[in-house]
């Protein structure tokens, strides 16, 4: 009904079709993040195999923003080594969703923290740094 | 969109009734007269403007000349609260109000209290209640007004008012109440109520945006906020804003026609709604008084999802509702008023509001009925905060 909403189309696609939505059976690392300006909680989980990430899947308690990026990072490390998942930016998963209103900025770096976090679970179960 | 939409917003503003659009036109059109002015342009809008005022003064108990307008509630509240604290500046400088007041209180409090005056923020029962008692045992010889409003705007809960006026009154202490979400909507006299000043806007009755009153009782001084010409008896400076006032007079006389139906009528779409809600989705709790609440008021929080995601779904299938979520105030702060009555910060997260209006249908609520679970069941699938099994 609303045709200007707070979100442009793609990030209501997003948040309507999320992509990757839950938990990995046997994942190979776990991460969450915490959102201290509104106290949401992101959940990504990961499978990798010979330094790729082959699944990925996240959980979101969070505004609309918050589902949509977390729905486009998991688009834009799959399939990718960890050196370029961890290249991937908050401001990167904002752009790839054709931006987000300023104040919902920091919903995107939820993502960006998820990922980095499940990609240190990844390296503290394979005993590397 | 193929269905209607479906609007459940009414505390933030209504419709304005075509009546009363009707009321106002001539005043946009050929009689643009400064009520002010004393040819005849100008006393055919003041006479329009008096009537007005005659009509909402008798709506409310009041009597014409204790009734100001002025742009709104915030305003009124804000004239209020300011003028007593000035023109009592020498018999003290205590105020005494709630935790859980509009902001347009709260944050005029907090500009005195820098100012040096000292302020009480009382607080609320689980179901947003003030107690009386807490009001009788906070006035001290320095306090000069207690400002409790009458209708809570997120959560519906209705204070005792007159409970409370009759203390202020033994202690000689003037009263104001915030009467913005009951006003046209549960019957109001100010004798009855015991209540000193009051603001009310007319946007929330149908009327037109940019108008409100302040009540003042007779024989209590206050300062004013504008100051200018004579307008109001010089209580607020600023030419009338004559199609507005009028309008606003054409919409307290629709809502006195149709209060006593539209109350019940809407009580029972509410409980309707409450009731299905409650029972047709797990881990839900509704939020302040079961039973004294606004007659248009539902308000509950859905565990593990947050209030954006159940907004912008509901707002997909044409629904417009509100929420108390942190993440869609500015601030980015949860709302104050479920955070006073002891709502958990992850529930008041979930939480949403719905305001019935004249317009709202039984048709409408079963609709919200029919699509909340879906709804909830989507977000909570992808929410972190569900255990396994924890929600079907
Ligand atoms: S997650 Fe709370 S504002 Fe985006």
Redesign the pocket.
């Known amino acids: 009904m609303i045709q200007n909403g707070p979100y442009n189309e793609k990030v209501m696609d997003h948040f309507r079709n999320p992509r990757n939505v839950g938990v990995l059976e046997n994942p190979d690392g776990v991460g969450t993040a915490g ?1 201290p ?4 909680i992101m959940e990504i989980s990961i499978q990798v195999e010979d330094d790729v990430i082959k699944d990925v899947r996240f959980r979101t308690f ?2 609309g ?2 589902i949509a990026t977390s729905s486009m990072v998991t688009e834009l490390v799959k399939n990718k080594t960890i050196d370029e998942a961890l290249a991937v930016s908050n401001r990167a998963v904002a752009k790839a969703l054709g931006g987000l209103p300023p104040i ?1 900025m ?2 995107s770096v ?1 993502a960006e923290e998820a990922l980095r976090s499940a990609i240190d679970d990844f390296r503290r179960r394979q005993g590397k740094p | 969109m193929d269905t209607k939409p479906i609007y459940l917003d009414h505390a933030a503003t209504t419709p304005v009734a075509p009546e009363v659009i009707q009321a106002m036109l001539p005043f946009l059109e050929g009689a643009y007269g400064n009520a002010s002015s004393l040819h005849s342009f100008g006393q055919e809008a003041k006479a329009a403007v008096e009537a007005a005022r005659t009509r909402i003064a008798s709506f409310m108990g009041a009597r014409p000349e204790e009734i100001v307008f002025t742009s709104g509630g915030t305003e009124s509240d804000n004239f209020i609260i300011k003028g007593i604290a000035l023109s009592r500046r020498d018999r003290g400088n205590h105020l005494i109000t709630s935790s859980i007041e509009h902001h347009a209180v709260l944050e005029t409090c907090d500009f005195l209290r820098k100012q040096g005056v000292s302020v009480t923020l009382l607080p609320v029962d689980s179901n947003g209640l003030v107690d009386p008692d807490d009001v009788r045992k906070a006035i001290t010889d320095k306090t000069i007004l207690i400002s409790i409003m009458h209708g809570n705007n997120e959560i519906g809960t209705i204070e005792p008012i007159a409970e409370i006026g009759s203390i202020a009154r033994e202690h000689g202490v003037a009263f104001h109440t915030d009467a913005v979400q009951t006003f046209g909507h549960i019957p109001i006299d100010v004798d009855e109520l015991k209540v000193d000043f009051l603001s009310a806007s007319a946007h929330k009755l149908h009327g037109p945006k940019g108008v409100g009153l302040a009540y003042i009782r007779k024989g209590m001084k206050i300062t004013p906020l504008l100051h200018g010409g004579d307008q109001e008896k010089r209580r607020r400076a600023s030419t009338l804003n004559v199609p507005g006032i009028v309008g606003f007079g054409r919409a307290v006389e629709l809502a006195d026609a149709s209060m006593h139906t539209e109350s019940s009528r809407q009580s029972a779409l509410r409980d309707r709604l409450i009731k299905g809600l409650l029972s047709s989705i797990g881990d839900t709790r509704l939020n302040g008084h079961p039973v004294r609440r606004l007659p248009n008021n539902a308000n509950l929080s859905f565990a593990f999802v ?1 209030g ?1 995601g159940l907004l912008l779904s509901l707002d997909m299938e044409g629904i417009a509702v509100s929420t108390g979520s ?2 869609t105030s500015s601030s ?1 702060e949860p709302s104050h008023v479920l955070k006073a009555i002891g709502v958990p910060v992850e529930l008041a997260h979930g939480s949403l509001r719905f305001t019935l209006g004249r317009d709202t249908t039984r048709e409408d609520i079963d609709r919200v009925l029919q699509v909340m679970p879906g709804i909830v069941h989507r977000l909570r699938a992808m929410s972190p905060l569900v255990r396994k099994g924890a929600v079907s």
Request: charged share 20%; with cysteine; hydrophobic share 35%.
């Open positions: 959102n300006v509104c106290g949401d969070g505004c923003a918050a919902k920091h919903c939820l | 947050e954006e942190a993440c980015l």
